[in-house]
């Protein structure tokens, strides 16, 4: 079964403390990406990567790291330094082919709350 | 800087109902639109558009593009509850063959018996 996994589906955090969320994918698409979303808001592009060993800052990455050291993974690590976590978190990924590399297949998210 | 807009934000219509939703973008390099759904976690995918004037369909839902005017139409007919999601449209932009989508708002559409 091809698709886009995430972990866990609910997390809590404490102030001050770094968490990682999970992203997998198998179905060998080369871009990842991760967004947030927020009550009566769309989705916003915190970080993507198009290959291995690359990634670039979205609209909204200050307070979030990101690593892709396999095609298969893209973690996402909310620091300290976000002034406001609390949110759904989505990954995304997308296939490099001629008129589809737009469409991005999403995962079930995560609901991030720091207490 | 990049800019989608959806309207209107919520509905609420009852079984039976056609409904339009709307979406209207200013970004540089425009690539695609497309439209997801959301009914509670995963956007699924419904339709990119590329072309003006060509309207894609699938079952009851379609969809059309107006490159001239920067707006998109998502048409859905005979309403079921089960269409009761947010409706999400996102713009690709870029010069890459692929890349970044900006999302709007969505719109939130509640379909009752």
């Known amino acids: 079964d091809g698709g886009i996994t995430q972990s866990p589906k609910y997390l809590f955090r404490k102030e001050g403390q770094n968490v990682t969320l999970s992203c997998e994918q198998n179905l060998n698409h080369d871009a990842m990406y991760w967004y947030r979303q927020d009550p009566g808001q769309g989705l916003r592009l915190i970080y993507y990567s198009q290959i291995v060993n690359d990634f670039q800052k979205g609209d909204i990455a200050e307070g979030y790291s990101v690593s892709r050291e396999k095609k298969e993974s893209f973690p996402l690590t909310v620091t300290s330094a976000q002034k406001n976590p609390t949110a759904f978190y989505l990954c995304?990924?997308?296939?490099?082919?001629?008129?589809?590399?737009?469409?991005?297949?999403f995962g079930p998210g995560t609901r991030l709350t720091v207490l | 800087e990049d800019k989608v807009v959806q309207s209107p934000l919520s509905l609420v219509v009852h079984e039976g109902d056609t409904v339009t939703l709307n979406c209207s973008y200013e970004?540089?390099?425009?690539?695609?639109l497309l439209w997801y759904k959301q009914e509670k976690k995963a956007p699924t995918f419904l339709f990119m558009l590329?072309?003006?004037?060509i309207e894609k369909k699938s079952g009851r839902l379609s969809s059309i593009l107006d490159k001239k005017e920067l707006f998109s139409i998502l048409n859905i007919t005979a309403t079921q509850t089960g269409d009761s999601a947010i409706y999400l449209c996102a713009v690709g932009v870029g010069g890459t063959s692929y890349g970044k989508l900006t999302f709007g708002q969505g719109t939130i559409l509640t379909v009752h018996p």
């Open positions: 590329t072309s003006s004037g």
């Open positions: 995304a990924s997308s296939a490099k082919t001629s008129g589809k590399g737009d469409t991005q297949y």
């Open positions: 970004v540089t390099n425009f690539r695609s």
